[in-house]
T-cell receptor
């Protein structure tokens, strides 16, 4: 079964305390991406990765870091979280073939920064 | 500035009705237009996608209409059911490498029994 897992699912933290949200996939997809979802703004892309060791900025990368050392994992790192990073975060994978498009999103991580 | 503008923000229809959600974009380099369905507490799920070489695409009860000259595309849900009640997002991307995705702000659909 195709699966994207995120941990933790819920996190309350304080300003400045470094945190990592993990994302793991079992589809062997080369493409992975992180989004944040805020009311009235839809989803906004933070970072994406086209393959191992290949990452690039999305629309809202400020305050975030990523790494892609293995194909299956794509962690999101907040070195010094601030209250404006309180949001719902989704990891996603994708594969766009000649006949089928597949994209999977994780279940989400709700982050609150106090 | 939002690259993809979606309307309406919310929509209520009766069971069997045909809700229509509209999206507009400015960047003519976009050439891949997906729609996603999201239920409360879940991640979005890819529903259907269109490329601009066709003006319409159907998958089951879901249809995308695409108007390249107007830079608009819309989602129609035929014979809508209460189980279709969800938030729907349109998006736009680039087919040459599917790297960046730009989402609309979402439409909350309520299908009344």
């Amino acid at each position: 079964e195709a699966q994207v897992t995120q941990n933790p699912r819920y996190l309350i933290t304080v300003t400045g305390k470094k945190l990592t949200v993990t994302c793991s996939q079992n589809m062997n997809h080369e493409y992975m991406s992180w989004y944040r979802q805020d009311p009235g703004l839809g989803l906004r892309q933070i970072y994406y990765s086209m393959n191992v060791e290949v990452t690039d900025k999305g629309d809202v990368p400020e305050g975030y870091k990523v790494s892609r050392k293995e194909k299956r994992n794509f962690p999101l790192i907040l070195e010094s979280p601030s209250p404006n990073q309180t949001s719902l975060y989704f990891c996603a994978t994708g594969d766009w073939g000649t006949s089928t498009d597949t994209q999977y999103f994780g279940p989400g991580t709700r982050l609150t920064v106090l | 500035q939002q690259q993809v503008k979606q309307s309406p923000q919310s929509l209520i229809v009766q069971k069997g009705g045909i809700p229509i959600i509209n999206c507009a974009y400015e960047n003519t380099a976009f050439d891949y237009f997906p729609w996603y369905q999201q239920f409360p507490g879940k991640g979005p799920a890819l529903l259907i996608a269109i490329r601009p070489d066709v003006s319409e695409k159907k998958e089951g009860r879901f249809t995308i209409s695409f108007n390249k000259s107007a830079k608009q595309f819309s989602l129609h849900i035929m014979d809508s059911q209460p189980g279709d009640s969800a938030t729907y997002f349109c998006a736009a991307s680039f087919e040459y490498n599917f790297n960046k995705f730009y989402f609309g702000s979402g439409t909350k659909l309520n299908v009344k029994p």
